[in-house]
T-cell receptor, first 110, second 113 residues
């Protein structure tokens, strides 16, 4: 079962930072938070993941709260190509199985 | 480097038929997982295979089966197709089993008429 809650949709102006929130209040101490995005009818694309510390890569930054009950994905300078559905996933470590929710549909506006 | 590849890209079948979907993982990856994504929903986990053994199974009927070959490629089989099986079927590969990031292929769009 999906263990995350995300807003169904968000808008962001092109060139501005997009901040996508995710609640995962039942997360266990050894469970990772993963973010993927899916552009219409394509396979999900891996963005970033983390356990406790904040993480940054060439695509995005991931901010995880100290109690680990929520996180925020930050796209620092959103472009039109960032329009997609963004999924926040808590990975079940009993098996490498990803449980997707319905995600956040991000629309970047020119 | 080649990513995860899936074939065919699109497929149309009629109710009651059988279908086989194929997946080739990223070179060096030993684990393959299958997901079903119906329109408007997130992907749902079907199976995971690692080193040719089933390591996980989602809540899908026995009409769904899969296998992994010695070269780590995989097939998903669905028997007695129903209209509700119409979906995008996604394959994902990872290096190992428990702790590795999954990388998804483009999917196979199955339409059951």
């Amino acid at each position: 079962d999906a263990k995350t809650t995300q807003p169904p949709s968000m808008d962001c102006a092109e060139g501005r930072a997009a901040n996508l929130p995710c609640n995962h209040s039942t997360i266990s101490g050894n469970e990772y938070v993963y973010w993927y995005r899916q552009i219409h009818s394509q396979g999900p694309q891996y963005i970033i993941h983390g356990l406790k510390n904040n993480e940054t890569n060439e695509m995005a930054s991931l901010i995880i709260t100290e109690d680990r009950k929520s996180s925020t994905l930050i796209l620092p300078h959103a472009t039109l190509r960032d329009t997609a559905v963004y999924y926040c996933i808590v990975r079940d470590l009993t098996g490498n199985q990803f449980y997707f929710g319905t995600g956040t549909s991000l629309t970047v506006i020119p | 480097d080649a990513g995860v590849t899936q074939s065919p890209t699109h497929l149309i079948k009629t109710r009651g038929q059988h279908v086989t979907l194929r997946c080739s993982p990223i070179s060096g990856h030993k684990s393959v997982s299958w997901y079903q994504q119906v329109l408007g929903q997130g992907p749902q986990f079907i199976f995971q295979y690692y080193e040719k053994e089933e390591r996980g199974r989602g809540n899908f009927p026995d009409r769904f089966s899969a296998r992994q070959f010695p070269n780590y490629s995989s097939e998903l089989n669905v028997n007695a197709l129903l209209l509700g099986d119409s979906a995008l079927y996604l394959c994902a590969s990872s290096l190992g089993f428990l702790t590795d990031t999954q990388y998804f292929g483009p999917g196979t769009r199955l339409t059951v008429l």
